[in-house]
Nanobody, 115 residues
């Protein structure tokens, strides 16, 4: 089992920044992907950003150039630096980890961007 603890959500004005963190603990054997999904109000969950095999990154088009995902391998922690936030970024953000056994999800952290 992998446990995930998220932090860093909150309320910010449009144009502002937030940094999300997600620390993994427990069985961290062969984690091959870490990242973030989000679920806006009334919509489906979507991929925001993903680090695969410690170095390859993927972003949804709507956040490219504004969000940066990074990983501290020594701490098994993944970060999402969110700049130039827009009201449409408002969502519950979920940390995601995949290892050789399963997928794991954080409890979610609310990000609200006011206009």
């Amino acid at each position: 089992q992998v446990q995930l603890v998220e932090s860093g959500g909150g309320l910010v004005q449009a144009g502002g920044s937030l940094r999300l963190s997600c620390a993994a603990s427990g069985s961290r054997l062969s984690i091959n992907a870490m990242g973030w999904y989000r679920q806006p109000p009334g919509k489906q969950r979507e991929l925001v950003a993903l680090i695969i095999n410690r170095s390859n990154t993927n972003y949804v088009d709507s956040v490219k150039g504004r969000f940066t995902i990074s990983r501290d391998n020594a701490k098994d922690t993944v970060y999402l630096q969110m700049n130039s936030l827009k009201p449409e970024d408002t969502a519950v953000y979920y940390c995601y980890v995949r290892n050789v056994r399963s997928d794991y999800w954080g409890q979610g952290t609310q990000v609200t961007v006011s206009s």
